[in-house]
């Protein structure tokens, strides 16, 4: 099946810095979404972006599908960003493999 | 239009006994799907169902099952539950005859079995 691996694993910023969290699939998709899970375990949709480039306020996220790689730009962060950001994939189907995500803590 | 909900929020097991948890799919979404996310981990995929019958199933053993009813709501039944067996369960819910879209979660049912 298609293993998908993400780093860095843990990331920790001041609040105000940028970050760039990445996305490795080692198969063809296209279907990649990205998540971001708050402390309490709730799981947000940020962005469904098989290919090119999208943009919500301070987050975008850009993936080179012909490359198998997508990336995840957080931009000015806050506290309320910190949790755990996730990359899923699957190929013809909303059936996801998730990635073990990237921690991001940001401190004031 | 209501998102998905998930039901009860925290459930207490012992092992060996069973669980039944529910999930009402977003309006108009006719497609839900079961993901296990035990700690520290990303989630994993259960099984999905398509207009009642089950449309895919990930590497998880039979004592998982789960129903679908007319109005796209579901359930998830794990039997015979084992310490392993703890974890968030989320649920999701998309407009399957649409084709690839994006995952809308409910906010998941935590299980701890002791």
Known sequence: ?108 | ETGVTQSPTHLIKTRGQQVTLRCSSQSGHNTVSWYQQALGQGPQFIFQYYREEENGRGNFPPRFSGLQFPNYSSELNVNALELDDSALYLCASTRGDSGVSPLHFGNGTRLTVT
């Open chain 1, 1 to 108: 099946g298609i293993q998908v691996e993400q780093s860095p694993p843990d990331l920790i910023l001041q609040e105000g810095a940028n970050s760039t969290l990445r996305c490795n699939f080692s198969d063809s998709v296209n279907n990649l979404q990205w998540f971001h899970q708050n402390p309490w375990g709730q799981l947000i949709n940020l962005f469904y972006i098989p290919s090119g480039t999208k943009q919500n306020g301070r987050l975008s996220a850009t993936t080179v599908a012909t490359e198998r790689y997508s990336l995840l730009y957080i931009s000015s962060s806050q506290t309320t960003d910190s949790g755990v950001y996730f990359c899923a994939v699957g190929y013809n189907t909303d059936k996801l493999i998730f990635g073990t995500g990237t921690r991001l803590q940001v401190f004031p």
